[in-house]
């Protein structure tokens, strides 16, 4: 068989930016078995950002998209420990704080402790800032 | 964060019809940008949220004080003003009173920190516009074509092993992954440019 001739880089330019709809099959056939036509791709595509970069840098995104710096599970369990708070009927929520039900510590820092909590009586969740106890 | 009404009346003042969207894109990108910068350099989550509000809030006031006619972009004003102010509140303020001398030893003393806080800047930057283009990009190509790229690029997974999961080849898994990222840059460029890489 008489090898398939390979496409100039123009062609892959527009090949690698077309959209799934309008991606050419005869081309995409071509250079999904063609090494030499898959280097020039990947040659082509390192110019600026590369693949590795840019992995890297989405891969920080969702891993801190998945879970926020500083959320109560990564606080060892004495953290966690309250001592201000008020027990609370709920026993999924850590306690009470004045009419706040408490889920969780998002952070601590210097001057204080902010808390994930439940307001009944505006029937949402809030943010309850304390300073340090 | 800044509540989008506090947006609007903020900038409302405004000529240019065209501020609005300007601003609401910078915000949507450079909240999470500032945030990150805070954390990295070392502020907990809370003072991190607190410093972010408090330098959108600052470049709101100050858009008011934007001269369309001859300050040039919008976008690349606001970016350098926000890069600014962010820079400025994350250096430690190792003010020492007293003589001229001092002064000068301050600013020596902070250059580090001002410009590991500007790499920061422009990292976090970069990896907000990538993955806000991510997001739009996703939803318009083939859920194995992303996986293509975000397995082996992302993930870190070698492109035999992505090709046995996806069923493909690995040569079709080499072609869609350099198609995603391709146009994930294309998605980025068509964006104004001074928000660009």
Redesign the interface.
Known sequence: MIAPSHYDRSVLAR??????DN?PHDI?AH?????EC?LA??G??ND??T??E??R??????S?AAM???TGQDLPAELQQLSFLEPSDDASTLGTFGRYEILRV????GMGI?MQAFDPVLDRAC?V?VLAP | MLEPETRETLIAQLSDPTALPAWEEFVELYQSVVYRVARNRGLQDADAEDLTQEVLMTVARKVEDFDFSKNGSFRGWLLKITRDLVVNKLTRDTKAMGSGDSEVLRLVNQQPERDATRSTLLLEHRRALLAQAAERLRPTIRRETWDAFWLTAVEGISISEAAARLNKTEGAIRVARCRVLAQLKKVIESDDSTFSL
């Not at chain 1, 250079?31 to 090494?35: D, P, T």
């Open positions: 090949f690698l930016t077309a959209s799934e991606c995409a250079v999904e078995n063609c090494e898959q791709l990947e082509m595509i600026g950002l693949m590795k840019a992995g840098l989405l891969q920080q995104d969702s801190a926020p710096a500083g998002l952070g601590r820092g902010v943010a800032k």
